[in-house]
């Protein structure tokens, strides 16, 4: 039995007794399948299994994590040591809701993560049975494509053939993020946990473009898109503060519907002006603008707490990694400000 099973196995004999044994075993064997596809990175094989184009982004693949490694203070273990072509776009499918007139996300709880506001499936019509269920209940529903994820370090992560679709900045930038997940999980906090790995890949890439004559050239265009990405988030997390003011007010449940919708046609309006696209909107859907903000929200106190330590994103790790995982670490780090307990 290969490590993969074994790890299965043992995850399963954990959560049998759980609500969500049928789930965990579903989704345990569509890693399991990704397991026996698996190519290693060093194999001859390699060639005949993807192209060019993507040969060469996977020859880089080891030198990524050296980085992560090296300079970053991530640990990616034995993950992305082989190589799985998924045959399918996406490769899972994530389900997130909320409540339609307040910014609270639908929590699924599951042992050694905590509670979380999203819930993959390999199947995408297990991902729109739950998420139907969830509007039978009332919720605002989502169904999202996923190219990549990581299992925190229970099975050996490949890198999948989705994971190679943009170009080799993209690559760096996901292997970055996943690797930090795996590297640090805070149990019950996605929301640090998401900009933590969003601050790390931004940071970790274009660290890495700039210290490699090879991919420098690949350095502006990142740049530029970084920056592109940010006016959007801060747009979209303005939209965020304008809903939680009107979720807030007085307001009948009618009123403030009525109020909801004009407020994301007012956000929409301005998303396609900063696209410069005329059919561009924003979903009507609580789901998706916490879905925005998970990755965004806490990046202006991890960029402050980064400089504040030096401007090393490896001391970053490093203080963060000191913090127990089953702590509230956006508190710690707030009282800990307070108290000028942080080296300035």
């Not at 905590?114 to 529903?141: I, N, T």
């Not at 502006?220 to 898109?225: A, D, F, I, L, S």
């Amino acid at each position: 039995m290969g490590r993969p099973a074994r790890h299965f196995l043992a995850i399963v004999c954990l959560l049998l007794s759980g609500c969500q044994a049928g789930y965990v075993l579903k989704q345990g064997w569509g890693q399991l399948t990704f397991s026996g596809e698996q190519v290693s990175l060093d194999s001859p094989e390699l060639e005949e299994t993807t192209t060019p184009e993507n040969l060469e982004k996977l020859r880089l693949v080891p030198r990524i994590l050296e980085f992560c490694r090296k300079e970053l203070g991530l640990d990616p273990g034995d993950s992305y040591q082989t190589y799985v072509d998924t045959g399918q776009e996406p490769v899972s499918f994530a389900v997130m809701a909320a409540h339609p007139l307040a910014l609270i996300p639908y929590q699924w709880h599951f042992p050694f993560v905590g509670s979380v506001p999203y819930k993959g499936h390999f199947a995408q019509e297990d991902a729109r049975e739950e998420a139907e269920r969830l509007e039978e209940l009332g919720f605002e529903a989502l169904v999202a494509p996923v190219g990549a994820f990581s299992t925190l370090g229970w099975f050996q992560d490949p890198v999948l053939s989705t994971m190679l679709e943009g170009n080799t900045a993209d690559l760096i930038d996901v292997i970055i993020h996943e690797t930090t997940h795996r590297t640090l999980y805070f149990t019950g906090a996605s929301s640090f946990n998401e900009s933590l790995a969003t601050h790390m890949a931004r940071e970790g890439t274009v660290r890495l473009l700039s210290s490699d004559e090879d991919l420098l050239s690949e350095l502006p265009e990142y740049v530029e898109r970084k920056e592109a990405h940010l006016e959007r988030e801060i747009l979209l997390l303005r939209l965020q503060k304008d809903l939680e003011a009107l979720y807030r007010s007085p307001a009948s449940d009618a009123d403030k519907r009525v109020l909801k919708s004009e407020i994301f046609e007012t956000a929409s309006a301005a998303y396609r002006h900063l696209l410069g696209a005329k059919n561009a909107s924003i979903p009507v859907s609580n789901a998706f603008v916490l879905s925005v903000a998970r990755y965004h929200e806490y990046e202006p106190l991890l960029i402050q707490l980064q400089d504040t330590l030096g401007g090393n994103p490896a001391d970053l790790m490093a203080y963060l990694k000191d913090l127990p995982s089953s702590e509230d670490p956006i508190k710690r780090i707030k009282e800990e400000k307070e108290l000028k307990l942080l080296v300035p």
